[in-house]
């Protein structure tokens, strides 16, 4: 499917880069990725897969990431002073992530969609269903957690000598071929050739790592979600991997024990990644839970 642009979107007014597949008249699944990620992030083997399973896919670059509006002229990003409570160099929150979201379901004409957040795309996910669940037919929050201290942290060290991302082509191929194959699911075959294909189109699309960093602002400054979270009445399924360093397995049990009614799947030798070989059953498992909310609601 052609890449395609829609302009003056939500309250920020920006520009979002979106792909859309399948029959437009299937279930909606709006795909949010993580921090840093472009949609094409998303396989298209994997979106592939949700279109044969009876949804229409619509994958897009948040703010900051791909081709989509970025914030060149933003403050410097201070984590330590936004750790410490000093939000100045914040130039945004997962609330305005989710009201870019938003505006692009209105630019689509799409009253509601069934909303599948990936690491940091499932906190944007999560804020939607809370802000505006009217506009959601149901959450899958992969990868990700409430925002509550202790919950769904980082192994750090084990990419403590990984650096910061290089400005020149081949060695940033290189660097997030390394990234991911830490991150990868050890339970799967590692795909290097398809990280670095991916990694190459990255590149070209626009990386940008302090956009990456603005985004991480917007997670510390948007803070504990949980209580919200316990308000919800939106479908939920929560999918973890049992091996995940990037955001520990706590992350999602402690998203399904928030959510009520909540659905909890936990599988083993995923990590941080979405492997080829998870493609079938993930597609299944969240067809299965959109076609089951759509059929609870008619």
Same mark, same amino acid.
């Given at each position: 499917?052609?890449?395609l ?5 939500g ?26 990620a ?25 703010r ?8 060149p ?16 160099? =914040? ?6 992530l @989710? $009201? &870019?979201? /938003?505006?692009l ?5 799409? +009253?509601? !969609?069934?909303?599948?957040g990936?690491?940091?795309?499932g906190?944007?996910?999560q ?48 660097w997030?071929?390394?990234?991911l194959?830490l ?47 316990r308000?919800?009445? =939106?479908?939920?399924l929560?999918?973890?991997? @049992? $091996? &995940?360093? /990037? ?7 402690? +998203?399904? !024990? ?12 995923m ?22 909310t759509e059929?609870?609601?008619?």
């Amino acid at each position: 499917m052609p890449e395609l642009k829609a302009r003056n979107v939500g309250p920020s007014g920006i520009e979002i880069a979106y792909e859309r597949f399948g029959d437009p008249d299937a279930p909606p699944a709006v795909l949010v990725m993580g921090a840093g990620a472009q949609m094409i992030n998303w396989p298209e083997g994997f979106c592939q897969a949700l279109v044969d399973r009876g949804l229409q896919v619509i994958r897009f670059d948040t703010r900051d990431a791909g081709r989509s509006s970025h914030f060149p002229d933003a403050p410097m990003p201070d984590f330590a002073a936004a750790l410490a409570g000093d939000l100045s160099t =914040v130039s945004y929150t997962l609330s305005d992530l @989710a $009201a &870019d979201t /938003v505006g692009l379901l209105d630019a689509l004409d799409l +009253t509601g !969609a069934h909303l599948v957040g990936s690491s940091m795309g499932g906190m944007i996910a999560q804020m939607i269903a809370i802000e505006y669940p009217e506009r959601v037919r149901s959450l899958t929050s992969m990868m990700s957690t409430t925002g509550e201290p202790g919950m769904g942290e980082a192994d750090f060290s084990l990419f403590a000598g990984l650096g910061a991302p290089p400005p020149d082509r081949e060695a940033f191929v290189a660097w997030q071929v390394r990234a991911l194959r830490l991150a990868a699911s050890p339970g799967s075959k590692f795909d290097a050739s398809a990280a670095a294909e991916r990694a190459g189109r990255v590149f070209d699309r626009g990386y940008d790592a302090l956009g990456m960093q603005r985004q991480g602002l917007a997670v510390v400054a948007t803070g504990d979600r949980t209580a919200r979270l316990r308000s919800l009445r =939106v479908p939920t399924l929560v999918v973890h991997g @049992a $091996a &995940d360093i /990037v955001c520990d397995v706590s992350g999602g049990r402690a +998203t399904a !024990a928030a959510v009520p009614g909540a659905e909890l799947v936990i599988l083993e030798g995923m990590g941080h990644s979405l492997p080829q070989e998870l493609w079938p059953e993930l597609a299944t498992r969240i067809s299965e839970f959109v076609h089951r909310t759509e059929t609870a609601a008619t």
